[in-house]
């Protein structure tokens, strides 16, 4: 019992980073980008597209998923 009241706290926690992440790229980058031409928002969207991928942002993404599988 212990271990799945563990998980779900992981469980919760690895979620509200997650979703920390998507509000807080709402409400600060989406808006800034208005501001740019169409060759320069693509070229911002592939860097942030290549740099979100590293451990921390899959480890987070993966503990989500484990939980509700």
Known sequence: MKHKRVVL???VVM??????LFYAYAI???PAFRHLSDETYIAAMQAIDRDIQNP???ISFLARLYYYR
């Open 9 to 11: 706290g992981v469980a």
């Open 15 to 20: 979620t509200g980073l997650s979703a920390g």
């Open 28 to 30: 600060s980058v989406n």
């Open 56 to 58: 921390i942002f899959f």
